[in-house]
């Protein structure tokens, strides 16, 4: 099993940063995939980015591509969301969740993801 535990979210206004963690803990494996997506009121749950714990490779949605930058601390098993640039339709819930399977690159549908956090929300005022 691994658990994971998002913190970092907030309201902020239009055009500010915020910083997004996830902390992971038991069973992980430096082989899993790592995903970040969010959930607006109404809408499906969307990727937002991705990368393999272990590798270099990011992956980004066409929507952030250039505000937020997904990083890791494989010292501390925390995974980051920097997101800069906010915009009021940034606003959602984001989640972090955890990808067992072997594979190249990071899934984009949810349901590929075998755990996921509790989610934090971020709230982004115009």
């Known amino acids: 099993q691994v658990q994971l535990v998002e913190s970092g979210g907030g309201l902020v206004q239009a055009g500010g940063s915020l910083r997004l963690s996830c902390a992971a803990s038991?069973?992980?494996?430096?082989?899993?995939?790592m995903g970040w997506f969010r959930q607006a009121p109404g809408k499906e749950r969307e990727f937002v980015a991705g990368m393999r714990w272990s590798g270099s490779s990011t992956y980004y949605s066409n929507s952030v591509k250039g505000r937020f930058t997904i990083s890791r601390d494989n010292a501390k098993n925390v995974m980051y969301l920097q997101m800069n640039n906010l915009k009021p339709e940034d606003t959602a819930i984001y989640y972090c969740?955890?990808?067992?399977?072997?594979?190249?690159?990071?899934?984009?549908?949810?349901?590929?993801?075998?755990?996921w956090g509790q989610g934090t929300q971020v709230t982004v005022s115009s």
């Open positions: 969740a955890a990808d067992h399977s072997v594979r190249v690159g990071v899934p984009l549908s949810a349901t590929e993801y075998d755990y």
């Open positions: 038991g069973r992980t494996a430096r082989n899993y995939g």
